[in-house]
T-cell receptor
Framework: AQSVTQLGSHVSVSEGALVLLRCNYS??????LFWYVQYPNQGLQLLLK??????LVKGINGFEAEFKKSETSFHLTKPSAHMSDAAEYFC???????????FGTGTKLQVIP | IAGITQAPTSQILAAGRRMTLRCTQD?????MYWYRQDLGLGLRLIHY???????GKGEVPDGYSVSRANTDDFPLTLASAVPSQTSVYFC?????????????FGEGSRLTVL
């Protein structure tokens, strides 16, 4: 079964600094990969999605992610963190013949003023 | 506003009791999912349904059952609740094909089993 691993359960950055959240996938074939964001006491929202059309994927709120097959990675980045980016971020992959969406364990982003 | 509605938002339940968490969507999505979210474990898939009339087991299906009588509703039942089922439960829906994996989530149901 395909899976994703998120490195770092907590990441702290200063406001205005680069955000880098790490995700590695395990898959024998090019997967569909996703990043979701969860704000406190809310459900998850889709940030962006990779489907092999382009290796650099741009999402909402200035986030982007780059698919690197050689590194089996799909890290999420944002050039300049904003206080409103404080949330938990989940990497996800489709498995089971496109029937199941499997999530990583999440990375909580703290933005320090 | 279109989306997913979950009920109840919060519930405290005695162990051994039966509980049904309700989930309704108005987006006519074929696929629906139930996840539980626990600290340090992320979201784990309990059950899913690709279309009305069909369901499948996820990673952690034991102690839970689902039904999909129609497109809009996907209730999750705990037949006899145990404390380890204390969690936040999220229902989600989505399309298939090229938009597979683009899920819409409800606000969650926080369940405490004592």
């Amino acid at each position: 079964a395909q899976s994703v691993t998120q490195l770092g359960s907590h990441v702290s950055v200063s406001e205005g600094a680069l955000v880098l959240l790490r995700c590695n996938y395990s898959s024998s074939v090019p997967p569909y990969l996703f990043w979701y964001v969860q704000y406190p006491n809310q459900g998850l929202q889709l940030l962006l999605k990779y489907t092999s059309a382009a290796t650099l994927v741009k999402g909402i709120n200035g986030f982007e992610a780059e698919f690197k097959k050689s590194e089996t990675s799909f890290h999420l980045t944002k050039p300049s963190a904003h206080m409103s980016d404080a949330a938990e971020y989940f990497c996800a992959v489709i498995s089971g013949g496109y029937q199941k969406v499997t999530f990583g364990t999440g990375t909580k982003l703290q933005v320090i003023p | 506003i279109a989306g997913i509605t979950q009920a109840p938002t919060s519930q405290i339940l005695a162990a051994g009791r039966r509980m049904t968490l309700r989930c309704t969507q108005d987006m006519r999505h074929n696929a629906m999912y139930w996840y539980r979210q626990d600290l340090g474990l992320g979201l784990r898939l309990i059950h899913y349904s690709n279309t009305a009339g069909t369901t499948g087991k996820g990673e952690v299906p034991d102690g839970y059952s689902v039904s999909r009588a129609n497109t809009d509703d996907f209730p999750l039942t705990l037949a006899s609740a145990v404390p380890s089922q204390t969690s936040v439960y999220f229902c989600a829906s989505g399309k298939q094909g090229a938009q597979a994996g683009e899920l819409f989530f409800g606000e969650g149901s926080r369940l405490t089993v004592l």
